[in-house]
């Protein structure tokens, strides 16, 4: 399954609604819409079945930028406050041959 991304505005305010599998290869597209939404733009996650971690701190980013995230699922929530208690440097991916952070 694919994300599907729509934007809705209306009285000064814009939703950006995501529906399927949220993945990092969609992030800069997100990001996009969000730029185009203007000051006063909320993510809402009610249709997605699926982020990958990469999602997952896009989506600490924007809340920690003051974007709202809408609808959000209880596990999509619980893995977002996971993530924001680990240092970076944990959740970046082994690269073969490299120690475990990277180095």
Same mark, same amino acid.
């Given at each position: ?5 729509? %934007?809705?505005?209306? &009285?000064? &305010? ?8 949220? %993945?990092? $290869?969609?992030?800069?597209?997100? &990001?996009? $819409? ?11 996650? $009610?249709e ?5 971690? $990469? ?21 999509? %929530? ?11 440097? %944990?959740?970046n &991916? ?10």
């Amino acid at each position: 399954m694919t994300l599907r991304i729509e %934007r809705i505005s209306g &009285k000064g &305010k814009t939703r950006i609604r995501l529906s399927g599998e949220f %993945r990092s $290869e969609q992030v800069d597209q997100v &990001k996009t $819409e969000i730029e185009c939404g203007g000051p006063r733009v909320a993510l809402d996650l $009610e249709e997605v079945d699926l982020v990958d971690v $990469e999602g997952i701190h896009f989506l600490n980013a924007c809340k920690a930028e003051g974007i709202p995230i809408l609808h959000c699922s209880p596990y999509i %929530r619980e893995w977002m406050l996971r993530e924001q208690g680990r240092p970076q440097a %944990r959740t970046n &991916k082994r690269k073969k041959g490299q120690g475990s952070l990277g180095e």
